[in-house]
């Protein structure tokens, strides 16, 4: 993996860069998470807030209630809709950032798939993978669901 990891949007408006460790590599099957990327589940990594930077542009937010009622900001261009990062109100230390944003995302290897009680059936799964119904014991957020 290389580091500092660099990435951005897709008309390149918005670019940034994290370093430090991967807290959790994961793919998530979230409704929210469907809706906003366009897409069954999102590959996404959680860094340390403090080690991520937008270096290009000020991305918009768009704040959701998740069931929990945790407030999830949800990060992304305004120009060319990219969804860039996440950040729940009660973790405002992590960013969970979407993988498919990075410049190199090709070493990401999931370490579960999360919120598979709402995957979709026609999404192949990869059975080496551990799935939870929603959040892995010990990596949930305090007031857990939503990502
Ligand atoms: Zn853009
Ligand atoms: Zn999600």
Request: overall charge neutral; proline content about 9%; aromatic content about 10%.
């Amino acid at each position: 993996m290389a580091t500092p990891r660099t990435g951005g949007c897709l008309c390149g408006a918005i670019r940034y860069e994290s370093d430090g460790d991967v807290m959790f590599a994961l793919r998530c099957h979230c409704r929210d998470c469907q809706r906003q990327s366009g897409a069954a589940s999102v590959a996404a990594i959680r860094v340390a807030a403090a080690r991520f930077h937008v270096t290009k542009g000020t991305p918009k937010r768009f704040v959701a209630q998740a069931d929990s009622g945790n407030e999830i900001a949800r990060s992304f261009c305004g120009d060319c809709g990219t969804p860039l990062y996440v950040q729940v109100a009660t973790r405002p230390d992590v960013v969970g950032l979407r993988v498919y944003t990075l410049d190199d995302p090709g070493w990401f290897r999931p370490e579960a798939d999360i919120f598979v009680k709402s995957a979709q059936p026609w999404e192949p799964v990869d059975a080496a993978v551990p799935q939870y119904p929603d959040y892995p014991p010990g990596k949930s957020y305090p007031v857990a669901a939503g990502q």
